[in-house]
C-alpha cells in the first residue's frame, strides 16, 4: 500500500523566506521517505531593517505578506495536507515582530512561529544527518544564516552540543558583529572540537550549497580548506557588480557569500577540519521532518 502526501515548511530567514513542498511516500515495511517536489525563495532581507533599525519596515513587512498570500496560493495548488511557519533571527530581535506574524495571520491565515536560536539548532540537526555521515567519525554542522549561525558537533552519529550564535551574513554586511562574538565562537569551537583526532565540517545554507554547485565536485564529496580558501579569495578579487556579471550570482546572493564564506572558512580553522561536506538540507527540512514525526507520534497515542 502506497502513500503520498505533501506537506510545506516555511522558513522566514533574515535573508530570504522559503517554501518548500515535500512528498511525504509512505510505503509499507519500508522507511518513510522526503522527497522535494518544490522550493520557492524570495530575498526580502528582514535582517537588513532589524540589525540597523531594530524593526521591520512597512515596505518589507507588506512584501512578506504578499509573499505569504503567494505562498498560500501555491500551497493550495499543490494540495499541501500540512505546513508549518517559522520565522528565525531577524523575526526574533525585531521590536515589531510580533505585530506583523499578527498582521500576516489576520490576513493570509498563516500562522508563524517565530523561534529560539536553540530550537532552530535543534530542528536543523534533525534532519535525519545520519544519511549524510560516517557514524565512526566526527563533525561540526555549520547551518549560515542572515542573522545567525547554528553550530551542532556530531560525534559517532550523536549530538554532544549545540549553539546558536549571532553571527551571520547580512549582521556581518552591516558590520554588527563585534571582535568579542568572533572570539566568542573561536573559544566554542575550540573547547568542543579539541578532544577529537579529526574532525569534518558540515557545511548548510544557501551560500556553501551555491559554492558546491560550481565546484562541479559530486555529491557526497567534500570541499577542501585549499579550494573555500582559494575561491574566497577570487570573489574577494571582483566587485560585486562583476560577482553578477562575470561569476553569474544571483544579486542577493553576489554580497552576502564573501561574509558566509569568512563563516566557513573559521569553523573549519578552529576545528583543524581540512574537509566541508555539503548535504543539500536545512531549516525546512527539518521543520517538514518535525511535522510528520509529531504527526505519527499523534496519531499513535
Known sequence: MLSIKKY?????????VRLLISNIIEQKGKPVQFKK???????????????????????NTQRLLDTMLAFKLLMKSHKVVKYKACATSAMRESTNGKQVVNLILNNSDISIDIIEGEEEAAIIAATDLNSYIDPSKTYL?????????????IHEGIQTASRSFKIGTVRLLNDMVSKEAWQELEQW??????????????????????????????????LTY????????????????ERITELDLNQDR??????????Y????????AKNIYVPKIGLADGIIKSIYYQTVSSNTQ
Not at 53 to 59: A, G, P, V
Not at 211 to 218: L, P, Q, R, V, W
Not at 254 to 263: L, Q, S
Open 8 to 16: 510545506a515548511a516555511i522558513d522566514i530567514g533574515s535573508n530570504a
Open 37 to 59: 517536489n518544490s522550493l520557492v525563495r524570495v530575498p526580502i532581507r528582514l535582517g537588513a531593517d532589524v540589525f540597523v533599525n531594530n524593526k521591520i519596515s512597512k515596505e
Open 141 to 153: 554542522y555549520v547551518d549560515v544564516g542572515g542573522g545567525s549561525t547554528e553550530f551542532t558537533i
Open 189 to 222: 569551537i575550540k573547547i568542543h572540537t579539541s578532544e577529537y583526532d579529526k574532525i569534518s565540517v558540515l557545511g548548510s545554507g544557501g551560500n556553501i550549497n551555491k559554492i558546491f554547485k560550481i565546484s562541479g565536485k559530486a555529491m557526497g564529496k567534500p
Open 226 to 241: 585549499f579550494y573555500l580558501t582559494s575561491y574566497y579569495n577570487l570573489l574577494q578579487s571582483y566587485s560585486y557588480e
Open 254 to 263: 553576489a554580497d552576502v557569500i564573501i561574509p558566509a564564506m569568512r563563516i
Open 265 to 272: 572558512l573559521s569553523s573549519m580553522k578552529w576545528s583543524g
